[in-house]
């Protein structure tokens, strides 16, 4: 579970969360939606602890963060899949990651496995398309087999079959009981995927609704 609280962040002028309290539950798919701008990363990464909050608090499963990040086995991400270093092979890119979280290497060929990446798990991600460095991005979150996921946007740059793919991944796990939060700045893509929505608009919370609710309301 996730729990906003009064959660404010403030770069300069730019007030980019305000006053933000919402709650996602475990075992659904939790819909963040919101055009460009809204404030989803900057909420993601306050949750994840790569950034610090200007006011309020982020728990995870009851937790305040106690350093920076929080560890993968407690919250596991896809933010952005491009960000990912260059000059490495997935398997050491994940190796690395799994080391500094004191996760065994049996679980990095487990996690390529799981998201089709296994063939080419020696590859330099430098050749990678966007679709495989989103599988890449979706193996790390998945690394530390943590309760929590967030995917900030996970369906971009995907072919359909990759959507698909990530609808099913999505379903799969809420049904393990795990909290997901996805954003995305597509309503349609929303429906087929989450069962509730959040929806953000310069930082602050809009509406909060089913599936069922909204589909019914517009
Ligand atoms: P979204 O993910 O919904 O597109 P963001 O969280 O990326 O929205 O951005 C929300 C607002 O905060 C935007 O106005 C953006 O320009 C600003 N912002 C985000 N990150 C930073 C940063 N590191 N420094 C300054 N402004 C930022
Ligand atoms: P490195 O430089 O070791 O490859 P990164 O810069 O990619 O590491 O990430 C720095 C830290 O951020 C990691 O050690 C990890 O704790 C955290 N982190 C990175 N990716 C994720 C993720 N997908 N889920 C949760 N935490 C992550």
Known sequence: MIELKYLTKRYGATLAVDDLSF??????????????GAGKSTTMRLIL???????????????????FPRPMREVGALLDANAVHVGRSAYNHLLCLARTNGIGPRRVT???????????????V???SLGMKQRLGIAAALLGDPGVLIFDEPVNGLDPDGIRWIRDLMRSL????????????LMSEM?????????LGRGKL????????LTARY
């Open 174 to 185: 809420a049904a393990q009981g795990r909290t997901i939060l996805l954003s995305s700045h």
């Open 126 to 128: 430098g050749g990678f």
């Open 49 to 67: 602890g790569l950034a610090a909050p200007t006011s309020g608090e982020v728990l995870v499963n009851g937790r305040r963060y106690a350093s």
């Open 110 to 124: 487990a996690v390529l496995h799981h998201v089709g990446l296994s063939d080419v798990a020696r590859k330099n």
């Open 23 to 36: 709650t996602v539950r475990p075992g659904r798919v939790t819909g963040f939606l919101g055009p460009n």
């Open 191 to 199: 429906a087929l995927t989450a069962d509730s929505i959040v929806m």
């Open 206 to 213: 809009v509406a909060e609704a089913t599936i069922e609710e």
